[in-house]
C-alpha cells in the first residue's frame, strides 16, 4: 500500500435526500468517527482455545459549524431544529481532486437540534457538534479520472 498524505482544499456536506440541505457553508470541519470496544474479551477453554469477544462500532458525524441562528429563514440551526430526533441521509464528498472522483461518505445520522450561543459580544463562536450514524457509513474511496 503506498502512502498518500490527504490535504483537504474543499468539501461538501449535505442532508436529505439528494443532499437537498447543503451546509457545507456552515461546517469549519467534519469527522465521521468511530469508538469501538470488545464486549466479553476472549473467553479461554482448558485446553487452550476461546471464543473471541464480539467487537462493536459506534459511529459518529461530529465537527463544528459556524452558527447562523441569526438568518432570517433560522438558518441550519432551524433546520436542526425542526429535524431533531429524525434519521437523515448525510453525504460527504472530498471535492478537491480536479480531475476523477474525490473520497465520498454516505449514511444516515440521527439529527439532534444544535445549541445556541450568544455571546460573546462582536465574536463568532464555532459549535462542536456530534449526531450518532446508524449503522456503519459507507466509504467510497477517490477514483482517478476515466481514461480517454
Do not use: C, H
Not at 60 to 75: F, Q
Not at 130 to 137: D, E
Amino acid at each position: 500500500m503506498t502512502t498518500t498524505v490527504a490535504r483537504i482544499k474543499s468539501a461538501t456536506i449535505k442532508f436529505g435526500t439528494s443532499g437537498a440541505e447543503d451546509a457545507s457553508g456552515q461546517y469549519i470541519n467534519v469527522v465521521i468517527a468511530v469508538d469501538t470496544s470488545v464486549d466479553g474479551g476472549d473467553l479461554k477453554a482448558l485446553d487452550g482455545t476461546g471464543i473471541p469477544g464480539t467487537l462493536t462500532e459506534t459511529w459518529a458525524l461530529t465537527g463544528s459549524l459556524i452558527e447562523d441562528w441569526t438568518a432570517t429563514d433560522g438558518g441550519f440551526y432551524k433546520w436542526a431544529l425542526d429535524n431533531a430526533g429524525t434519521s437523515v441521509e448525510f453525504e460527504v464528498i472530498d471535492t478537491t481532486p480536479t480531475t476523477g472522483t474525490g473520497a465520498k461518505w454516505v449514511g444516515t445520522v440521527q439529527v439532534a437540534a444544535l445549541s445556541a450561543n450568544v455571546g460573546p459580544i462582536d465574536a463568532t463562536t464555532p459549535q462542536d457538534v456530534s449526531w450518532n450514524i446508524v449503522g456503519r457509513p459507507t466509504y467510497t474511496p477517490p477514483a482517478p479520472p476515466a481514461a480517454p
